[in-house]
């Protein structure tokens, strides 16, 4: 590869003058800018590379010596880079939480990287951070419907937040449950709070062992690290079972009575609004009721399904998020805005400066420096992203969105149920669903003796495992797959396959043919097709499944 | 504003089709990809706005009903927000940290954009991950120098990791700390580790009252967040005096050993090279040491100053960074990539699984998902900026870039040692040095009597304020300001005006240009010009300083 002359007149064109219209780049940028779909089809390549082939590209740790010509770098990322991304707008690709965007964010991506603003504080800011904050108050107004005097109150208060942008929803988690941890374990009597004399301190002066979080087990991961990163311990983490993928509020109330009996404290519940895996939703409503109960913080990790929230059709299923104390929602999800916009909102606007700090040359006393109290330090202007999608779609454009997703889910849904060798495990409630390929003799599995039935689930498993990743690796379509305990099959934990009805360019066509697809991968694999060609009189099986076939 | 239809087809066509050539949004991407520059200043406007002004464009709660038309929306955001950004990019802003940015960030954000791969999993980001690695291996090999071996074994290495990316420097300095407790109080007989079983175990495992992190007053409001977050406590943040605007390692020793013989451990020394305030770098190489005597992780935050290390010239400023166990750097500071790529590296391999977490659906073992050691979540893949930027500017260009910006703060040292009515306050370690406003007879203020020094001093730290808000407000260039204690004037606190030239674009003359604005600003003050009337023997002057003028 040529290599361009180091000088300062070289360093100065590259940051003085774009690439000229016929350059590499330059031609990347249009092909983009004009048909992303077909700038992705053309590049992505589909065809089936090992992880360990495409690491060896990337592979040297040491830092090129000398310039590299922009173009011919480009030429690189294109051959290296891009053909070996994953093309996650495409409309067969429904595994995974990360779909198609509307077109508006590319040009606009490139005015916020122009800007370039750091919202940390208002001096490389201005007009972004009162655009945060509003889009906040948006957000917060769509989930706890305060009066116009409410707002007006608090959405520019340099003493108050709403709310805090965030890279994600993990992010958002923490910093929810860093609040709660910090608002509950307060300053009191000579004790000047847990952010200030720790955690030791804390328990001594309020007399408690432990502080426990609960969540069902289809708690997202990033409660655990929260219990971690925060001191209390993922064994403080109580998950509790959910055959039925919700969490049981009597459950609760019963395990945290349990819990607080032996000195210890309940710090928060976690509800979930719309799981990673199944996309259920906890009740709510009840739940509320239930951290009433045992005094403790509640809340909502909306970070998928806060969105149902935009549709008058659907929002009831969120009942009762109104009470939290504080809910994440991700706009990069179901709002359609680039990775990297998560939020989180505080019911009451005075429980963020639990967490709040100052600095000499940033974040003085008065300011309204965004950075005060949020978890993260620098970060850069995602708002606008969120604030125009808001506009650009409106209220009603997310609600077709919303309510076209959750009908196709239901669609698939059908489809999957009239096909004699698939079986819905979970059906929808948002617009996740997961299933698994069956054999149509196998029905009604119950009837079976329990070593069999483990034997043919063990069997399955496998199978869906091969068949998500052949299919993966042939490169046309995607699915994702998890493990769930099922109550149907007596709370076994079983492979299934996972998708997730969020992609608006996505046809029941697509979804048929990436049935199709997966019955045709299975029947090249000799467990499927041995189990296909039994019945329940003839099942001849080992719980070893290794003396199939 | 009028107002798009709402339905399938008009929300299909935002996400399909482009703007036309002659949208709004088209003409504002155009303008911003022939020339940046021009545009912003055609757009940012300068005159002075309050912030109330323009919070009064964002107060409205309520996500709008209806779709807007996107060149609507696109005039909206022209007027209301870009006009009130700061143009960061500007020669003359050399007030934060936040720098012009090379031309080919434009075009290659919105390729990342366009791919939207979030790098938590491989699932949704393929090759995206090996790039990371390999990015994360390239700053590892900078600063740890490790032989072609080492990086062989560990750079895509399943069970190692060599660092990891996150939003900013605050994330990563929370990251080290994370994993440094965690590693600290580690599992064993029993004790299941500080992440399963919490804080309080541990201590009582460990037998240790508290967990202390020693930095100097310069240190980054991120420790005290991490103290908070962790659970340790921020009066757990020993903060030690720095007259001399660096940590004393004998200093670190004294009061590291006093701090374990009343029964606490030292988690860590946190070593800056280049503090926030004034550019200086802590002693790193003797810090080393001084944490193996004290048995303790030792961190280096180099978020602004380690991209020192790309210039041979002036690399040994930063001698014994090697010997940290960790590393921060921000590549959206002297590295020149877009606001949010942090960075934290470490030492040995093996650190990072002391925050390993798996999960069902992703992050499962023996997987080489990022996510399984990072504290964030989803992220997108802003790797593909640093790694680019490696490979354009290369070695040889960061290093130039770093020399001018060094050579640059030398030459404005000496226009403000030169200038009689100018006080050199720091001078520049790296690229950031203070100064203030002083009149010429006042070269020497030891000979006053303590009263008058700190009557002059509060007086001058208020006309500082004026001069620094005014010259902001009149929109032509901005220097920031803040409060250190500095040896010279007996450990006062004073409050300074602090650059950062960081930009490559910034010449002589707009220094000069700088200094002759604020001293323009400062004429029409009375307080100065009282000041600047008197001499010594003259000058009547009560410690209230509201009797001046």
Same mark, same amino acid.
């Given at each position: 590869?040529?290599?361009?002359? @180091?000088?300062?007149?070289?360093?100065?064109?590259?940051?003085?003058? /774009?690439?000229?219209?016929?350059?590499?780049?330059?031609?990347?940028?249009?092909? *983009?800018?004009?048909?992303?779909?077909?700038?992705?089809?053309?590049?992505?390549?589909?065809?089936?590379?090992?992880?360990?082939?495409?690491?060896?590209?990337?592979?040297?740790?040491?830092? /090129?010596?000398?310039?590299?010509?922009?173009?011919?770098?480009?030429?690189?990322?294109?051959?290296?880079?891009?053909?070996?991304?994953?093309?996650?707008?495409? /409309?067969?690709?429904?595994?995974?939480?990360?779909?198609?965007?509307?077109?508006?964010?590319?040009?606009?991506?490139?005015?916020?990287?122009?800007?370039?603003?750091?919202?940390?504080?208002?001096?490389?800011?201005?007009?972004?951070?009162?655009?945060?904050?509003?889009?906040?108050?948006?957000?917060?107004?769509? @989930?706890?419907?305060?009066?116009?005097?409410?707002?007006?109150?608090?959405?520019?208060?340099?003493?108050?937040?709403?709310?805090?942008?965030?890279?994600?929803?993990?992010?958002?988690?923490?910093?929810?449950?860093?609040?709660?941890?910090?608002?509950?374990?307060?300053?009191?009597?000579?004790?000047?709070?847990?952010?200030?004399?720790?955690?030791?301190?804390?328990? +001594?002066?309020?007399?408690?062992?432990?502080?426990?979080?609960?969540?069902?087990?289809?708690?997202?991961?990033?409660?655990?690290?929260?219990?971690?990163?925060?001191?209390?311990?993922? +064994?403080?983490?109580?998950?509790?079972?959910?055959?039925?993928?919700?969490?049981?509020?009597?459950?609760?109330?019963?395990?945290?009575?349990?819990?607080?009996?032996?000195?210890?404290?309940?710090?928060?519940?976690?509800?979930?609004?719309?799981?990673?895996?199944?996309?259920?939703?906890?009740?709510?409503?009840?739940?509320?009721?239930?951290?009433?109960? *045992?005094?403790?913080?509640?809340?909502?990790?909306?970070?998928?399904?806060?969105?149902?929230?935009?549709?008058?059709?659907? +929002?009831?299923?969120?009942?009762?998020?109104?009470?939290?104390?504080?809910?994440?929602?991700?706009?990069?999800?179901?709002?359609?805005?680039?990775?990297?916009?998560?939020?989180?909102?505080?019911?009451?606007?005075?429980?963020?400066?639990?967490?709040?700090?100052?600095?000499?040359?940033?974040?003085?006393?008065?300011?309204?420096? *965004?950075?005060?109290?949020?978890?993260?330090?620098?970060?850069?202007?995602?708002?606008?992203?969120?604030?125009?999608?808001?506009?650009?779609?409106?209220?009603?454009?997310?609600?077709?969105?919303?309510?076209?997703?959750?009908?196709?889910?239901?669609?698939?849904?059908?489809?999957?149920?009239?096909?004699?060798?698939?079986?819905?495990?979970?059906?929808?409630?948002?617009?996740?669903?997961?299933?698994?390929?069956?054999?149509?003799?196998?029905?009604?599995?119950?009837?079976?003796?329990?070593?069999?039935?483990?034997?043919?689930?063990? *069997?399955?498993?496998?199978?869906?495992?091969?068949?998500?990743?052949?299919?993966?690796?042939?490169?046309?379509?995607?699915?994702?797959?998890? +493990?769930?305990?099922?109550?149907?099959?007596?709370?076994?934990?079983?492979?299934?396959?996972?998708?997730? $009805?969020?992609?608006? $360019?996505?046809?029941?066509?697509?979804?048929?043919?990436?049935?199709?697809?997966?019955?045709?991968?299975?029947?090249?694999?000799?467990?499927?097709?041995?189990?296909?060609?039994?019945?329940?009189?003839?099942?001849?099986?080992?719980?070893?499944?290794?003396?199939?076939?």
């Amino acid at each position: 590869m040529s290599k361009a002359t @180091v000088s300062m007149e070289h360093l100065y064109r590259v940051f003085t003058q /774009p690439e000229n219209d016929d350059s590499t780049l330059a031609k990347i940028e249009k092909h *983009l800018s004009n048909n992303l779909a077909d700038f992705l089809s053309q590049h992505v390549v589909t065809k089936k590379s090992s992880l360990e082939d495409i690491e060896k590209d990337f592979s040297l740790p040491f830092i /090129p010596e000398h310039p590299e010509f922009v173009s011919e770098h480009a030429e690189v990322l294109l051959d290296k880079l891009v053909s070996h991304s994953v093309n996650t707008s495409s /409309p067969t690709f429904i595994g995974h939480m990360t779909s198609a965007l509307p077109y508006f964010h590319l040009p606009l991506s490139k005015l916020l990287v122009g800007l370039n603003q750091n919202l940390v504080k208002i001096e490389t800011s201005k007009a972004f951070t009162p655009l945060e904050r509003q889009t906040l108050g948006m957000i917060h107004q769509l @989930v706890y419907e305060q009066s116009s005097e409410f707002y007006h109150e608090y959405l520019h208060s340099a003493n108050h937040s709403l709310g805090a942008f965030c890279s994600g929803g993990t992010v958002a988690n923490i910093t929810a449950l860093w609040v709660a941890r910090n608002h509950i374990l307060k300053a009191a009597d000579g004790f000047r709070g847990v952010g200030q004399d720790g955690l030791i301190a804390a328990y +001594r002066h309020y007399d408690i062992q432990n502080l426990g979080i609960i969540s069902s087990r289809r708690g997202h991961y990033s409660l655990g690290k929260a219990a971690d990163l925060l001191g209390i311990g993922r +064994r403080n983490h109580l998950t509790l079972p959910c055959p039925q993928q919700t969490l049981d509020p009597e459950l609760v109330l019963t395990v945290g009575r349990r819990y607080i009996e032996s000195g210890n404290k309940v710090l928060a519940i976690v509800g979930v609004a719309g799981t990673t895996e199944t996309g259920h939703v906890d009740p709510l409503d009840e739940l509320a009721d239930v951290a009433k109960q *045992l005094d403790c913080w509640f809340h909502v990790d909306g970070a998928w399904g806060g969105a149902t929230l935009f549709s008058s059709t659907h +929002r009831s299923i969120l009942k009762g998020i109104e009470k939290a104390d504080s809910v994440t929602i991700d706009a990069h999800k179901q709002m359609y805005v680039p990775m990297g916009a998560g939020m989180v909102l505080f019911k009451d606007p005075h429980h963020s400066s639990a967490v709040k700090q100052h600095a000499q040359y940033i974040l003085r006393k008065g300011s309204k420096d *965004l950075g005060s109290t949020t978890l993260e330090g620098s970060r850069n202007g995602m708002a606008m992203l969120v604030y125009s999608s808001l506009h650009i779609l409106g209220r009603r454009g997310y609600q077709l969105l919303i309510d076209r997703s959750i009908e196709l889910a239901g669609t698939f849904a059908s489809l999957i149920e009239k096909h004699d060798e698939f079986e819905l495990i979970t059906a929808p409630k948002l617009s996740i669903l997961t299933y698994r390929l069956r054999p149509s003799w196998l029905q009604d599995m119950s009837e079976l003796p329990t070593a069999k039935q483990i034997a043919i689930n063990e *069997l399955l498993n496998e199978l869906t495992v091969t068949v998500q990743k052949q299919q993966r690796e042939a490169g046309k379509s995607f699915v994702s797959r998890t +493990r769930i305990e099922v109550e149907q099959h007596k709370n076994c934990v079983l492979t299934v396959f996972r998708v997730v $009805l969020a992609n608006p $360019l996505t046809t029941e066509k697509d979804l048929e043919n990436i049935l199709e697809e997966q019955l045709e991968i299975a029947n090249l694999q000799r467990n499927w097709r041995y189990l296909v060609e039994q019945n329940k009189n003839t099942l001849q099986l080992n719980a070893n499944i290794d003396t199939v076939g």
